[in-house]
T-cell receptor, first 113, second 113 residues
């Protein structure tokens, strides 16, 4: 099992550019989520999905889109990058929404200039 | 909605001395509580979890935490710190009301030789 994989590891964008952060898991987990990590603020939930075809907003969804066409993949799209989106992004998955024992990817460090 | 407060942003201990990282939570329902550890430039790893079974929870690497409902606390302890314990620690709460997890701001643990 590769677990949860994320690409790219690092990315620099200019303000206004768009891009997609990729996330995949090979554990057949139903629940997947995206977080951003900023200093002194812990991790904040951006979007989550409880299964293929189902997504919902988390705590800080503005400026981000997600889709879940398959169980394995959960990409995060930045529509028009802003410097406030400079952060480290983590994707996570878990077997279900009861135990919430999440497995995290290695993270993507994004800088928006 | 649930929330979690980590009472110390930074804790410094000497190698071989006890570790105490404090966490208080707020939840409308019976919560699930977790501690995650993040080593520098790494993803998050689950240390332990409480999901309404035994109130004293043992985790990996000698860590344990006690769920105290009357104090709404879930403090993380370890009898003897190792240099390898130096990392950032996150307390996390989830419950049935919100379909997500809420992270504390994190506690950075420094271990002095």
């Amino acid at each position: 099992n590769a677990g949860v994989t994320q690409t790219p590891k690092f990315q620099v964008l200019k303000t206004g550019q768009s891009m997609t952060l990729q996330c995949a898991q090979d554990m057949n987990h139903e629940y997947m989520s995206w977080y951003r990590q900023d200093p002194g603020m812990g991790l904040r939930l951006i979007h989550y999905s409880v299964g293929a075809g189902i997504t919902d907003q988390g705590e800080v969804p503005n400026g981000y889109n997600v889709s879940r066409s398959t169980t394995e993949d959960f990409p995060l799209r930045l529509l028009s990058a802003a410097p406030s989106q400079t952060s480290v992004y983590f994707c996570a998955s878990s077997r279900d929404t009861d135990s919430y024992e999440q497995y995290f990817g290695p993270g993507t460090r994004l800088t928006v200039t | 909605a649930q929330s979690v407060t980590q009472l110390d942003s930074h804790v410094s201990v000497s190698e071989g001395t006890p570790v105490l990282l404090r966490c208080n939570y707020s939840s409308s329902y019976s919560p699930s509580l977790f501690w995650y550890v993040q080593h520098p430039n790494k993803g998050l790893q689950l240390l332990l979890k409480y999901t309404s079974a035994a109130t004293l929870v043992k985790g990996i690497n000698g860590f344990e935490a006690e769920f105290k409902k009357s104090e709404t606390s879930f403090h993380l302890t370890k009898p003897s710190a190792h240099m390898s314990d130096a990392a950032e620690y996150f307390c996390v709460v989830s419950d049935l009301e919100d379909n997500d997890m809420r992270f504390g701001a994190g506690t950075r643990l420094t271990v002095k030789p």
